[in-house]
């Protein structure tokens, strides 16, 4: 698991377009309906960048043994008021379909955990589609079911969907 720079990531764009595609295209619940417009997948990871570069967001991807190829990403989006410094979002952990079910997403998510705790953000908030098979890796990861909230987002089917708050607290480091 490697966290990259904006610089970068921006080398990785058109892997990061594949993987985005492939989460989009399989049905995630990533934000995106499909077909996923590539105008609108460019947008976002330039405005991905751009948060990077602002040190707003941190951006970990899991490459193949070959290091070519981008097997997973996820993202740790830094919350900036003076009164919130203690926490950040889990956002669009994106797991490519040939490997899913092997473990990457875990390694990202405990990845991310480390640099979480590195920044001394030891609240972490998530959400995902209410029902989703993530919300069974979540749990397992110790993140704690806070509630649903009902039509909260159009699903691929075209139908309002509820998505699963989480939150995990992790021990603070003493450096």
Request: aromatic fraction near 6%; hydrophobic fraction near 45%.
């Amino acid at each position: 698991m490697t966290s990259l720079s904006a610089a970068e990531a921006r080398v990785l764009l058109p892997q990061l377009h594949e993987l985005l595609h492939d989460a989009v295209d399989s049905g995630a619940s990533v934000g995106f309906l499909p077909p996923l417009a590539t105008a609108e997948a460019q947008e976002y990871w330039q405005s991905v960048f751009a948060a990077m570069e602002a040190g707003h967001r941190l951006l970990l991807v899991a490459r193949a043994p070959s290091e070519t190829d981008l097997l997973g990403a996820v993202q740790l989006d830094l919350a900036t008021r003076p009164n919130s410094l203690l926490r950040a979002e889990v956002s669009k952990l994106l797991v490519h379909r040939r490997a899913r079910r092997q473990g990457v997403g875990r390694r990202l998510l405990q990845a991310l955990e480390a640099e979480a705790r590195r920044l001394n953000r030891t609240t972490l908030i998530l959400d995902t589609r209410h029902g989703d098979h993530a919300e069974q890796l979540y749990q397992s990861m110790g993140y704690q079911f806070v509630g649903a909230i009902p039509e909260y987002f159009i699903n691929h089917d075209g139908q309002p969907h509820a998505t699963a708050v989480y939150y995990k607290l992790l021990a603070a480091t003493n450096e």
